[in-house]
């Protein structure tokens, strides 16, 4: 992350870098880097053209979940299996070779 923001390869370029470090758990030291008070939790560094986060999987999904759940409260929306390869069909059935087209119509 700081090589890329260092480089002057990368300097004059409109260009924002987001990196992410996710593991399984954390230690000491990125636990308390990705709670500064000044910062979301999670993000350890930020400059004019990077940032820096630090997640456990654990949190990368219930992130998720309670998008979703938002989402669903919100739109009352629930995907099921069914709506979302109609979806899938609707969309992207032009893309595909006749032979698949054949078997999903």
């Given amino acids: 992350m700081l090589a890329i923001s260092g480089d002057e390869r990368f300097s004059n370029t409109n ?19 990705a709670c500064q008070t000044e910062r979301p939790h999670g993000n350890f560094y930020k400059s004019k053209s990077c940032e ?13 979940r309670s998008r979703l759940q938002f989402f669903q409260e919100k739109l009352g929306y ?10 899938l069909k609707n969309t992207y059935l032009k893309y595909l070779p006749a032979q698949l087209k054949k078997d999903l119509v």
């Fill in 15 to 33: 260009t924002f870098w987001s990196f992410w470090l996710v593991s399984n758990e954390m230690d000491k030291y990125a636990a308390e880097k």
């Fill in 52 to 64: 820096g986060w630090v997640k456990t999987w654990a949190q990368i999904l219930e992130d998720c």
């Fill in 78 to 87: 629930s995907a099921d299996k069914a709506s979302g390869l109609d979806y």
